[in-house]
């Protein structure tokens, strides 16, 4: 099994940042990869980013591509999300996820685990 926690979340205004953090522990060598993800009122949960563990290969939602950027690494057990350039329709609880697959990352079906969420609300 593998813990996620979320944290970093909070409310800004349109233009601003934010930094939102996820811990993982617990048997973490077990996946190869991790992601962002956001789940707006009324709406359905939505890919935002992941990060493979081999090579370290990102990619972005159009609707972040550059404004947010992803980091992180298995060995710190940590995955980061810089938001920048914050919208107000950016404005969702935001999700950790991990997985012990390599592909199809942008749909939330191919991970295993999932923290509890971090609100974020950018106000206009």
């Known amino acids: 099994q593998v813990q996620l926690v979320e944290s970093g979340g909070g409310l800004v205004q349109a233009g601003g940042s934010l930094r939102l953090s996820c811990a993982a522990s617990g048997r973490t060598s077990s996946t190869t990869a991790m992601g962002w993800f956001r789940q707006a009122p009324g709406k359905e949960r939505e890919f935002v980013s992941f990060i493979k563990w081999s090579g370290g290969i990102t990619y972005y939602a159009d609707s972040v591509k550059g404004r947010f950027t992803i980091s992180g690494t298995n060995a710190e057990n940590f995955v980061y999300l810089q938001m920048n350039n914050l919208k107000p329709e950016d404005t969702a609880v935001y999700y950790c996820?991990?997985?012990?697959?390599?592909?199809?990352?942008?749909?939330?079906?191919?991970?295993?685990?999932w923290g509890q969420g971090t609100q974020v609300t950018v106000s206009s």
């Open positions: 996820a991990a997985g012990r697959k390599n592909y199809a990352l942008t749909y939330a079906r191919m991970y295993d685990y």
